[in-house]
């Protein structure tokens, strides 16, 4: 989980809150990124986020290129911690919380966002269990379809 906030930009529009619940956030121009800023002085893939134990690591995706962390100019990758700042071009971004999560630990941590929202937004469970039922009734109509044999034996 990798938290932060968009302090200053010359994207007005990007300016707020951000948090992903992947280890890796991938900042630049292209609309495939995480976070897309509309700036001629960002490259289309500028920055890599990457949550550690220890961290958050933030490292060119281009060579020769560079970053501010904490107003000192870096080239190449650097780790970072709370409250820690990052500048491309005129994007100044403020590491707020990271947690590094094991591909093991996903279960839990999906099951945690789930009754977080669920907390949040009531009706969201009753939305989940439709959805369930449905996807499960669509599931048991593609297995009779595929194998219609089987059906003929219930009828005998």
């Known amino acids: 989980m990798i938290e932060i906030e968009i302090l200053e930009s010359n994207d007005p529009e990007i300016i707020g809150f951000y948090k992903t619940y ?56 650097k780790i970072h911690n709370i409250n820690d700042t990052i500048r491309i071009s005129n994007t100044l971004i403020k590491i707020i919380n990271f947690q590094h999560t094991h591909v093991d630990d996903y279960p839990q941590e999906l099951q945690k966002m789930y009754r977080e929202k669920c907390e949040q937004f009531p009706l969201i469970e009753e939305i ?7 996807l499960l009734f669509i599931q048991d109509k593609i297995n009779k379809s595929s194998n219609p044999e089987k059906d003929k034996n219930k009828n005998v």
Do not use: A, P, W
């Not at 289309?44 to 904490?70: A, Q, W």
């Not at 989940?128 to 449905?134: A, H, I, R």
């Open 22 to 77: 992947h280890n890796q956030l991938l900042i630049g121009s292209d609309m495939e990124n995480d976070i897309i800023i509309r700036d001629k002085k960002i490259y289309k893939f500028h920055l890599k986020l990457l949550t550690s134990k220890t961290g958050v690591y933030c490292e060119n995706i281009k060579k020769n290129i560079f970053y501010f962390s904490n107003d000192k100019k870096i080239s190449g990758r």
């Open 128 to 134: 989940f269990y439709f959805l369930k039922n449905e």
